[in-house]
């Protein structure tokens, strides 16, 4: 499973921005798929979740409420729309996939990784 993710930006506080995330080749393979985020020095940290085919979400408390992520099946593309953005959602944002299904937030537990997009929120 390959991963490209799109979308990332500079925004102002309380701005939105979207990311995506195509998957292509054995996409199949992939149960649930995540969203982190990276700051330097920090370890990634986890956004949000969505199974591919029930479109079960779950997110982090530091962002719920104000992100949601969807799935369109037919493109194998996901989505993270993010609302009322703050400074401190500034970060490289990866999207990942996972071949088996899991409700963990560790990074570990996702096999496949996308590049990453800058997403930079000004105050």
């Known amino acids: 499973v390959q991963l490209q993710a799109s979308g990332g930006g500079l925004a102002q506080a309380g701005g939105s921005l979207r990311l995506a995330c195509a998957a292509s080749?054995?996409?199949?393979?992939?149960?649930?798929m995540g969203w982190f985020r990276q700051t330097p020095g920090k370890d990634r940290e986890f956004v949000g979740r969505?199974?591919?085919?029930?479109?079960?979400?779950f997110y982090a408390d530091s962002v719920k409420g104000r992100f949601t992520i969807s799935r369109d099946n037919a493109k194998n593309t996901v989505y993270l729309q993010m609302n009322s953005l703050k400074p401190e959602d500034t970060a490289v944002y990866y999207c990942?996939?996972?071949?088996?299904?899991?409700?963990?937030?560790?990074?570990?537990?996702?096999?496949?990784w996308g590049q990453g997009t800058q997403v930079t929120v000004s105050s």
């Open positions: 990942a996939a996972s071949r088996y299904y899991t409700d963990s937030d560790r990074a570990a537990s996702y096999d496949y």
């Open positions: 080749g054995r996409t199949s393979s992939s149960s649930v």
């Open positions: 969505i199974t591919w085919n029930a479109g079960i979400t």
